[in-house]
Structure formats: structure tokens, C-alpha cells
């Protein structure tokens, strides 16, 4: 079985560490460093300080030398799956390349070295930066405004939802109401209650898609927005989308678009051309930024003049005539919905994104949505006999399956996403979207060659064929990991969050 991962496989035979814990390295009167001795005299802490501002608690600290820090450490970085080692296909999520380019502006002094706090006057390049992917954003998306503040998609579209109630709210509206539809984001439900709505589900079609009736039947004058995202977590491009805009705007609602998946639609088509009012952007999805690992993120917000004078503060306004020139930032706006958190947002991701769209250009980026496209439809080709396609059409640039053929061999898609660890990938997204029974996710990007996609087509074919052959082999998958299946929910709901040397002994 093992030539078998090496043939198909992203498998790599060589060391694999068993690591501690940081604590278990730790040995009495060790450090990783060496100071002179003071050459003044030492002062108490507790002196200078104010009460409190001293920590009383800091017991049981690892007491490491500094090689093994490092060693510790390296070696857990190689534990991580990541996109520079291989495919990471995450549907939904689009775990793509970044590109060393942009990581080399982005360290630039200038941009890596500037304080947050630093005054406009010597902001000037970055506020210029900064006002030019505002631009070429709303040149994209087909909006007319857009935001660089919102620090994640997430609160991205939260912001959004908020700037659509103070429209609302500012004609003296109290509405109610937003509609998801039931192949949504679970971060669109969750944006409408934390903005004091209610959420009601509107059923896609058995293709998979959101009608025109379905919007109809739950429309009213109670509903703010419709909340809809299109390509959708289906993959599938929804065709009616000019139909139910027009559907919400004549009973006075507004359309957010969710743009998580807008790297199937660059330089194709524009969602404010199709009616949407609002959305964000995700800069790790389309733009190429780092992606996961708790790190930075950027969810800027892109709104039609309609909502313009609601745009979080502050702005970036460009200078002209008496003013001189240059670049400052605005926080006169009356109707704003305030500021979302403190500074300006995570400037590293906005330098990075930019790189990206200026080396690529318009051409370029199109032929970024061309090839996620071709890439999620070759997957479906060569995956669709092994496994079930719930919605077997074109798709745009991810893929949903299903593990409905192994439901016969016990194998479900828990097990199938364990074996792939085996064969050296990270599982794709597996039971989302919840419209789909064992759904299994993929989105293979246009990061990937045509080789890359079928060595893990191959990985999935071998699981298919496997689950037939030795069902047992694939249901206690991983074997070939440093654990294999740990209790999830004890992880979730009970999780060791400190060090305890009782529990380690």
C-alpha cells in the first residue's frame, strides 16, 4: 500500500520527529541567552511600576537553551500542511499560492517599518497605495466606494451589514428581516443576528440554484437585505441573480453579495453590474494573500453610492485644487457607521494585494478566474464515476461530491478525508455545504498544474477503490500520521488550553 501513496500520492518517506512539549524540554537553571552583568545598580520592578502591572504568576516557564527553542519550533513548523508544499484544496476557502513578489513589496521599509500612528504626512505612499486598491477594487466588483478597514471577509461583511442598516435606518425604516438562502456562508446568518435581525432561509432549487420565485414568496417591506453568494458554495454560478435583484430592490431591500468565490468571476462579469449593493472582498482568497494559521487578514468592503456616506471611518481622501496634493485621512463623515477597530487595518495584506493585481493586470487576472474555472471542471471530469455528484453540471471554481456510491462499503466522508492524509494532502472541506449529505468540497485554485490535479485525483480514485477492496483500511485511517483519530468533540468542547505537569505526568 505504501508504493501505492508513493505512486499517486504527496507522500514523502524520511524523519518524522515525535515532539514534545515545549515544558518537557525544560531543564532546571538552563536559558537561551547571556547578558553582561548591569553596570548600574538593579532596581525593583515593583518600584517603577504601578500595582499590577507586575505579574506575580509566571510559574513552571520551559527553562530552554536557545538551539533547542529553535529545533522545537522547526520542527513543528514541518507538521503544518501548507501551499507551499503542495495542493491545499480547501472548497470554499481558497488555499492558493502567494506569491513571493508580493511578500518582497510587502517587507519593504517604507510599508513594514511605518508606525500605525504615524501622521498623514508621512504616510503619503502607503495612503497612496491604499487609495489606488480602492480603486481598482471598485473598478473590479462594479462598485463605487470602497473601505480598506474591515481586518477579516468576516467582519468585512458585518460592516456591510451594518452600513445597510443605517441606511434603512436613516429613512426611518425599522426593518426586520434578512433572507439567506440555504447554501449560504454560516458567517451571513451569524453577520444578520449580530446586527439585531432576524434570518429567514430560503430554500435553493433542486439544481442547486436560488429562483426568483423562492426570493419572491419571502420578499416584504420587513426585509432589509438579501444576502446571497454567487458563484454559490455549490460552485454554480446563479444565473437568476439580475431577477432577484430587482426582486429586492422593488420592495425597497438591499442586495449584500458574499464575495468569497469572486476569483471565478475576475474579469469576467462584475457583481454591482448584476444589482449587488454591497460586499466584500476576501484578499487571501482572490488577491493571493497568506491564508490560515491565525495569521493577518484584510476583508475590505466595497458599497454603491447609495451607501457611501456610511463607510466606516476614516476614509482616504485624495487632495486636489486648494487643498494641494496628496492623500489624508477623513473622518468626516456624519452618517458613518464608525470606526471598526483600531488604526488602519493589516497593512501588509493591503501592500500584498496590490502587488498582485499591478503584476497581473486586467488580462492577468482573468486568466486567474479562466483557469480556477478549467481546474474545479478537470477535477469533476476525472472524479465524477468514483464519486457522487449532487449537482453534476458546469461548475465555476469549486466542485461538491458526495460519498453516497461508498454508503454500501460502511466508508463515509469523514473516512475518505482521514485516508487522504495518508497520501500527503490535507482533506478538502467535507459536510459543508449542509444542502448536501457527505459532502466533500474542492476547490483546487488556479495555483495548480494539470499534474498536481491528477496525482490527487489519483489519491481519491485509490480511496474509491480502496473502500471496495478494504473498507476497514479506510475507516481507521490515518496510519501513516503521529496520532491517529483523536476524540474532536472532547477537543472542541473540553480543550487543555495550559500546560499542566500533573496531566503531562
Partial sequence: MSDR???????????????????????????????PELDVPPVDPTELLPEGAVREDLRDLPEVSEVDVVRHFTRLSTWNAAVDLGIYPLGSCTMKYNPKLNDKV??????AAAHPLAPDELMQGFLQLCHGLEQQLAEVSGMDRVTLQPAAGAQGELAGIMMIRAYH???????????????????NPASAALNGYSVTSIPTGEDGLLHPEAVEAAMTEEVA????????????????????????????????????????????????????DVMHFNLHKTFSTPHGGGGPGAG?????????PYLPTPVIRKLGGDEGEGYVLDYELPRSIGRLHGNNGNAGMLVRAYTYIRSLGPEGLKRCAEMAVLNANY?????????????????????????????????????????????????????FPLVVAGAIMIEPTESES?????????????????????????RTAPHHTRRTRLDETRAARHPVLRWQPERSA
Fill in 5 to 35: 501513496r508513493t505512486k499517486v500520492g504527496n507522500t514523502a518517506n524520511g524523519f518524522s520527529y515525535e515532539e514534545p512539549l515545549i515544558f518537557e524540554h525544560s531543564t532546571d537553571g538552563r536559558d537561551g541567552f547571556s547578558l
Fill in 106 to 111: 510587502a517587507s519593504l521599509p517604507g510599508f
Fill in 169 to 187: 435606518e436613516h429613512r426611518g425604516e425599522k426593518r426586520s428581516q434578512v433572507l439567506v438562502p440555504d447554501s449560504a456562508h454560516g458567517t
Fill in 225 to 276: 437585505s438579501l444576502m446571497i453568494t454567487n458563484p454559490s458554495t455549490l460552485g454554480l454560478f446563479e444565473e437568476h441573480i439580475a431577477r432577484i435583484c430587482e426582486i429586492v430592490h422593488a420592495k425597497g431591500g438591499l442586495v449584500y453579495g458574499d464575495g468569497a468565490n469572486l476569483n471565478a468571476l475576475l474579469g469576467i462579469t462584475r457583481p454591482g453590474d448584476l444589482g449587488i
Fill in 300 to 308: 475590505p468592503v466595497g458599497v454603491k453610492n447609495i451607501l457611501a
Fill in 379 to 431: 477535477l469533476l471530469a476525472r472524479l465524477r464515476e468514483h464519486y457522487h455528484v449532487p449537482f453534476d453540471r458546469l461548475v465555476m471554481h469549486e466542485c461538491v461530491l458526495s460519498d453516497k456510491f461508498l454508503h454500501e462499503t460502511g466508508v463515509t466522508t469523514l473516512d475518505i478525508a482521514k485516508r487522504l492524509i495518508d497520501y500527503g494532502y490535507h482533506p478538502p472541506t467535507v459536510y
Fill in 450 to 474: 494539470v499534474e498536481s490535479l491528477d496525482r490527487f485525483a489519483e489519491a481519491l480514485i485509490a480511496i474509491a477503490e480502496e473502500a471496495h477492496e478494504d473498507p476497514e483500511l479506510v
